[in-house]
């Protein structure tokens, strides 16, 4: 069965740091696409960053324009896990974070984690 259980959520102040994991279960996580996605309250669910060891030459990572500097993405194979190191959190960074992993046919989401930014 897969899984994809998010935590390290909670509030921060402005500025502060945060970093969140993604234990996955059931599939291997070097075998796919994982990303973190983000919604904020009345607004459209957005990709955060996304990482992939698929294809060879070493792990590949891109990043939303606006996380890019601030957001980190990598992953642990020995683990099954991936994480988002974010710092210097904003007032525009509240949102459910969601894990996601993809490959082909395979879509599957986690439950996600909430992030507060708040002083």
């Known amino acids: 069965q897969v899984q994809l259980v998010e935590s390290g959520g909670g509030l921060v102040q402005p500025g502060g740091s945060l970093r969140l994991s993604c234990a996955a279960s059931?599939?291997?996580?070097?075998?796919?696409?994982m990303s973190w996605y983000r919604q904020a309250p009345g607004k459209e669910r957005e990709l955060v960053a996304s990482?992939?060891?698929?294809?060879?030459?070493?792990?590949?990572?891109t990043y939303a324009d606006s996380m890019e500097g601030r957001f980190t993405i990598s992953g642990d194979t020995t683990k099954n896990t991936v994480y988002l190191q974010m710092s210097n959190l904003q007032v525009e960074d509240p949102a459910v974070y969601y894990c996601?992993?993809?490959?082909?046919?395979?879509?599957?989401w986690g439950q996600g984690t909430q992030v507060t930014v708040s002083s």
């Open positions: 996601h992993a993809t490959m082909g046919w395979d879509d599957y």
């Open positions: 059931g599939f291997t996580l070097s075998s796919y696409v």
């Open positions: 990482f992939t060891n698929l294809g060879g030459g070493g792990p590949k990572k």
